[in-house]
């Protein structure tokens, strides 16, 4: 039995029929709901603004190249901290959608050089999709309040009390 994903929460589909011989661009933006929806995804405090453009283009080798820039302002959990504090990221990204290797028959020829397409399933790409996508991966993993380091917090939660090193050092001492 085939595997249900969840709809994505900032879907925008994009019908590849629409394209002719010149690029569309389409704006988008995320309204509450989706932000909302897509930081609970990506484990933030808040998504308070998306947008993005995407430019759509056929190639001439029948390809549909995709690029992108995207900008959101977000709210983090420092790592160190643990306090929330505000980011801003923006990126942006390039890639192909085509028709699968061996879809059409002919023969398959590997370049090794460059990523193959993505698969372009029933004629219809989800920008939004895409966009969340590469958010994502924009994202620091391990994201750091400005200015916040391990010795700052050590030092301040330990005020007045020993470093448990410095016990361990004191009784490697004193043995």
Not at 154 to 166: K, L, V
């Amino acid at each position: 039995m085939a595997q249900k994903f969840p709809d994505p929460e900032f879907s925008r589909p994009f019908v590849v029929d629409r394209l002719g011989s010149t690029a569309i661009t389409e704006t988008l933006d995320a309204n509450a709901a989706e932000r909302a929806a897509l930081a609970l995804r990506m484990d933030l405090v808040s998504l308070d603004q998306l947008s993005a453009r995407v430019t759509l283009e056929r190639a001439v080798s029948g390809l549909i190249h995709v690029t992108g820039r995207f900008e959101a302002d977000i709210i983090q959990t420092c790592v160190v901290t643990l306090a929330a504090f505000p980011s801003h990221v923006e990126d942006s990204f390039a890639l192909d959608f085509g028709d699968a290797p061996g879809d059409s028959g002919d023969e398959i020829n590997v370049d090794i050089d460059c990523d193959p397409p993505e698969p372009l399933e029933d004629g219809v790409i989800d920008i939004g999709e895409l966009v969340a996508q590469y958010l994502a991966l924009a994202l620091d993993p391990h994201p750091r309040a400005p200015g916040a380091t391990l010795e700052t917090v050590w030092s301040n939660s330990n005020a007045g009390e020993r470093s448990p090193f410095a016990i361990l050092k004191n009784l490697k001492t004193s043995n």
